[in-house]
């Protein structure tokens, strides 16, 4: 936003030595009466000058602490936001409180995971936290939660892809529920989660335990499920009577990639789609109104904001502000519908193709959650690849699945429509596209302009068409994970985190498992 300056020049009339009305000498019997009708002008206008003048330094003394702010905000705004607002609601939080009854205050046990993944994108991060608070909560100890974290230590900003990024987010920021501090169902005796620092304040020396005495023959074994690796930390933890554990910063994760990159954390679904965790997880209020803002873009009002409380939704007069900082979940998912008529494309660009030749030179799987039974496509691994090294063919075919260039996404696009109107006929018909996806601009016209070729969409929108406020920006990928997790159809990608987090929230949704697809 342009700022303001707030110096004044006054206005400089040009000055003339002929008179407004000027005598001559062949006109000197009016003379009397024109200068008389000259000086009541003059007064008159004068008078006006004046009132003008006093308007006018009125509405800049009046408008001078607005333009200072905007020029503020402005300056302020260069940088991207560092959430002090959130991180001091998170350390406020009621249940940090001694004074509290069982099973919290000084009765309260807690579980901290210091050696929780960084430096990596939020769909990793999610997914890991989604387990350590299912642990936490199975084994009724306080989940210790700390912040979307890329580095631990230093300052305030990281560089990611050559532009600044908030190196810790404060998780209210992001999502909502059990995980960051809301209370759980009534009946359920697991005390309410905390903050890092509040950990650190009650529980100067806990036990500290190295993940290597649990996981050590369990991490890489692939006929070991993710299950019994949850079930064996069950058991090591019920049976510290200390109330403050903490995992060894320096350690593996509990429950790292290699299970969320196989089918082993299937094993896991019918714990997790039944835990609080999942069942009463939200997105945050800002997510939720970054949403509210741009679903315009995408979908008729009457089914963008139905499932939104009221205070939420947007209307002419805003009656009350937003509350930006909660942690108790604002719509939870398996109350969440769906968008009709959206179809939702998960498209990843840039940096990814490097990652998507590593995968095929590994030959890796999709990611575990992407590949639940009941959906219909599925990815066949190679078998004569791996190791580093791979075959052309092979590549190619990674690539399709995982890098798809326009000419295959039209392609796939134009099968999953002919799967839909098989299954639904014209009931279910999709009219509308969102792309989430990183993509540079120019590339994505030229998807915009292929896919407009395929039908006459209502709107084609990307990520890049979304308009963000400041805090909203950093966590964009949030956004449109529900904007994933509520379309109609959603084309993912299988190797990618974020897209499982998404397949993950729509089988909580029960979503039919035709609409979700992948490349």
């Not at 990024?165 to 501090?181: D, E, K, N, Q, V």
């Not at 200390?242 to 896991?268: N, T």
């Not at 108790?328 to 769906?338: A, G, N, Y």
Request: hydrophobic share 40%.
């Amino acid at each position: 936003m342009q700022s303001f300056k707030l110096s004044f020049k006054g206005n400089v009339y040009p000055r003339s030595d002929n008179s407004t009305l000027p005598l001559s000498n062949s006109d000197t019997r009016s003379s009397l009466s024109r200068f008389s009708l000259t000086r009541r002008c003059t007064r008159l206008l004068m008078g006006l000058i004046l009132v003008c003048l006093f308007l006018f330094f009125s509405r800049t003394k009046a408008t001078a602490p607005f333009r200072l702010q905007e020029q503020s905000l402005a300056e302020k705004h260069s940088l991207p936001p560092l959430y002090e607002e959130y991180h001091d609601y998170e350390r406020h939080l009621p249940q940090h409180n001694l004074s509290l009854p069982f099973p919290e205050g000084r009765d309260a046990k807690f579980f901290w995971a210091a050696n929780h993944v960084t430096i990596s994108g939020w769909g990793n991060a999610m997914q890991e936290l989604v387990m350590n608070a299912a642990l936490s909560h199975v084994t009724k100890r306080s989940f210790v939660f700390d912040n979307f974290t890329w580095e631990r230590d230093g300052p305030d900003y990281s560089t990611f892809n050559g532009k600044l990024i908030p190196t810790r987010i404060p998780l209210s920021a992001i999502i909502s529920g059990p995980i960051i501090g809301s209370s759980f169902p009534p009946g359920d005796a697991a005390p309410r989660a905390v903050s890092r620092e509040y950990f650190k304040k009650v529980c100067p020396n806990p036990t500290i335990i190295d993940s290597w005495v649990v996981n050590e023959h369990l991490r890489l074994d692939d006929n070991v499920p993710a299950l019994e690796i949850f079930e064996k930390w069950v058991e090591r933890l019920n049976s510290i009577d200390d109330p403050c554990v903490e995992i060894r910063q320096e350690s593996y994760q509990l429950f790292e990639i290699w299970l969320f990159g196989s089918r082993r954390i299937l094993s896991m679904w019918p714990i997790l789609s039944k835990s609080p965790i999942l069942t009463d997880f939200s997105w945050s209020p800002l997510i939720y109104q970054a949403y509210a803002e741009n679903a315009h873009l995408f979908t008729p009002t009457s089914s963008s904001f139905g499932f939104l409380p009221s205070f939420m939704r947007p209307s002419a007069q805003q009656q009350t502000p937003t509350p930006l900082h909660d942690v108790h979940p604002v719509v939870k998912s398996k109350e969440m519908d769906t968008i009709p008529g959206l179809l939702a494309l998960h498209i990843r660009r840039g940096d990814f193709a490097g990652h998507c030749s590593h995968l095929a030179n590994w030959s890796s799987n999709w990611n575990g959650f992407n590949q639940f039974s009941a959906l219909p496509d599925k990815f066949k691994v190679p078998t004569d690849g791996g190791w580093g090294v791979t075959t052309e063919a092979n590549t190619n075919m990674y690539f399709k699945a995982c890098f798809p260039t326009i000419e295959q996404i039209v392609e796939k696009v134009r099968n999953v429509l002919a799967d839909q109107r098989r299954l639904y006929g014209s009931v279910k018909e999709l009219k509308s596209i969102y792309v989430m996806t990183n993509g540079d601009v120019e590339w994505l016209q030229q998807l915009k302009e292929a896919l407009m070729r395929v039908k006459k969409w209502d709107a084609v929108v990307t990520s890049r068409d979304m308009k963000l406020s400041w805090e909203a920006k950093p966590v964009a990928q949030a956004v449109d994970m529900l904007i994933g997790q509520r379309a109609q159809v959603l084309i993912g990608n299988g190797f990618s985190s974020l897209t499982s987090n998404i397949v993950m929230l729509r089988m909580l949704m029960d979503i039919p498992s035709e609409d979700t697809r992948f490349w």
